[in-house]
Every structure is written in C-alpha cells, then in structure tokens.
C-alpha cells in the first residue's frame, strides 16, 4: 500500500482561511494528493450542559474543571473525520489538523511505518505521527529516512497529525462517541488501558505555534473554573497512566 491509497483528512474552521491556506500548501509540498478538508466544529459559546453527547459533571469530576467548548469542538471535529473515515473501504485514513507543518519525507515514512506493522501482524490502533515527546516507550524497528516506530505505552498528547486503523477508529464510535474530556486526553487514556498505541520518531509533523482560532485566551480560562481538586485529579491521571505504561514496557522487553 502506498499512501495514495490513504484517505487524508485535515480540520480547519471555516473562518480560518489563511491556516486553510498554510496547511493545503504543507500537504501539496509534502506530495499528498486529493486531501480532504473536514469544517471544524466550533464549539465557542455552547452550554455544553445542554448537549446531548457530553456529560459536564463526568468531565469536571474526571479533570477537576469545566470543560471547554473549543474542546468539546475539538472532540467532535475528530469524531467526524473517522466517521467520514469508517465510511470508506480503506484499512487506514490520517487526521491532520491545521496548524501542521509536515516533514518532506512524510509520505515515505508514514508508508514504511504502515508496511512494518503489517509484517509484525499484531493489533494496533493508532500511530501518533507528530509527537512533541516521547515518554514510556519502546524502540520497535528503524523505518525510513532517520525515523523509528516506538511502541507508545505512554501515549503523547496533541492530535496534529495521527493515523489510525479501522479497528482503533471503530473502538472510538462505538465507546466513545460521548465526550467527557479533551480528546488528547481521550486517546492517551484508550491507548493506555489497550497497549495499542505506536508513534513516529522523530516526529513527522509538528505545530506551526500559530495560536488557535477556537480556543479563547489562554491567559484567562486557565484557571477559570477550576475545583479544590484539580490538582490532584491531574496528578491521579498522570500516575495512574504512567504506572500502566511502565508495566507495559517491562512487560514488552520481557
């Protein structure tokens, strides 16, 4: 298979013309063709308390604060790009957002990378092809061009560029169709508990730094909101999550 075959999918919010712009021009540098662009969900201004598929109390008890509506419109912008994804025949599809900026190599190695799973014939999810670090993991193969595919135990969070098969994408409509956390969080947590997450390093894609679009001032909801419990439920997540990873990893060198 070559990455021709993969359907590509890249979220940008209407208004957002000149990141529209920014990300079609990465795509054609990085010789993908027939890219297709999901309109990204704008949460802003939603009382999220009054939509059907997010539970706020889950939320705020799991996170120690309100979740955000640029969040809930993050959640649900990934949501429609594996639908969209699921509805093809295609046993694997990429989600890119649009603050991406691609490698030059992005193609031969996301290729490589979904050549060497194959071969290994073991179940996985979801490869994280634009990692900001890499923390708990196992080395698995070189692939191409300088890059490794890692075993993530401890999946990274963003969600810049991430590749996915119908297995990993169908395990997301079918048990997590309701958004009770950011989706980054979401897919670190799945990807804990199920040992079927992988990543590319050194990472094939990573932010542009542009700020976003749909996510309001950083500087006055960072602590809006928050519960006397915040902290700890953080650390709880980080713990909990890391304790797993580490038994993993043990478990692979095993």
Same mark, same amino acid.
């Given at each position: 298979?070559?990455?021709?075959?993969?359907?590509?999918?890249?979220?940008? %919010?209407?208004?957002?013309?000149?990141?529209?712009?920014?990300?079609?021009?990465?795509?054609?540098?990085?010789?993908?063709?027939? &890219?297709?662009?999901?309109?990204?969900?704008?949460?802003?201004? +939603?009382?999220? *308390? /009054?939509?059907?598929?997010?539970?706020?109390?889950?939320?705020?008890?799991?996170?120690?604060?309100? +979740?955000?509506?640029?969040?809930?419109?993050?959640?649900? *912008?990934? %949501?429609?790009?594996?639908?969209?994804?699921?509805?093809?025949?295609?046993?694997?599809?990429?989600?890119?957002?649009?603050?991406?900026?691609?490698?030059?190599?992005?193609?031969?190695?996301?290729?490589?990378?979904?050549? !060497?799973?194959? /071969?290994?014939?073991?179940?996985?999810?979801?490869?994280?092809?634009?990692?900001? /670090?890499?923390?708990?993991? *196992?080395?698995?193969?070189? +692939?191409?061009?300088?890059?490794?595919?890692?075993?993530?135990?401890?999946?990274?969070?963003?969600?810049?560029?991430?590749?996915?098969?119908?297995?990993? &994408?169908?395990?997301?409509?079918?048990?997590?169709?309701?958004?009770?956390?950011?989706?980054?969080?979401?897919?670190?947590?799945?990807?804990?508990?199920?040992?079927?997450?992988?990543?590319?390093?050194?990472? %094939?894609?990573?932010?542009?730094?542009?700020? *976003?679009?749909?996510?309001?001032?950083? &500087?006055?909801?960072?602590?809006?909101?928050?519960?006397?419990?915040?902290? !700890?439920?953080?650390?709880?997540? %980080?713990?909990?999550?890391?304790?797993?990873?580490?038994? /993993?990893? !043990?478990?692979?060198?095993?």
């Amino acid at each position: 298979m070559t990455i021709g075959d993969i359907p590509v999918y890249y979220i940008n %919010l209407d208004s957002s013309t000149d990141r529209r712009a920014a990300i079609e021009a990465e795509i054609r540098a990085a010789g993908i063709t027939d &890219a297709i662009r999901v309109p990204a969900f704008d949460g802003r201004g +939603l009382d999220l *308390s /009054r939509v059907a598929d997010c539970d706020t109390e889950k939320a705020h008890r799991f996170l120690g604060r309100p +979740l955000r509506g640029a969040e809930y419109g993050c959640y649900r *912008s990934h %949501l429609d790009c594996i639908e969209r994804f699921l509805a093809t025949d295609s046993p694997y599809g990429i989600v890119l957002e649009d603050d991406a900026e691609l490698t030059t190599e992005f193609q031969e190695v996301t290729a490589a990378a979904i050549g !060497l799973l194959e /071969r290994r014939n073991q179940p996985w999810d979801l490869v994280h092809l634009g990692p900001g /670090r890499m923390k708990i993991h *196992s080395r698995i193969d070189a +692939l191409v061009a300088g890059h490794d595919l890692r075993k993530a135990h401890y999946f990274p969070m963003m969600t810049t560029a991430l590749l996915w098969s119908r297995p990993g &994408a169908q395990n997301i409509l079918d048990h997590h169709r309701r958004v009770t956390m950011p989706v980054d969080t979401q897919f670190r947590e799945i990807m804990v508990k199920r040992g079927t997450g992988y990543a590319i390093w050194p990472p %094939l894609a990573r932010q542009t730094g542009a700020t *976003s679009d749909i996510d309001g001032d950083g &500087a006055t909801r960072k602590a809006h909101g928050r519960s006397w419990y915040y902290g !700890l439920a953080k650390q709880e997540r %980080l713990w909990r999550n890391k304790v797993i990873a580490y038994g /993993r990893k !043990l478990a692979h060198r095993a």
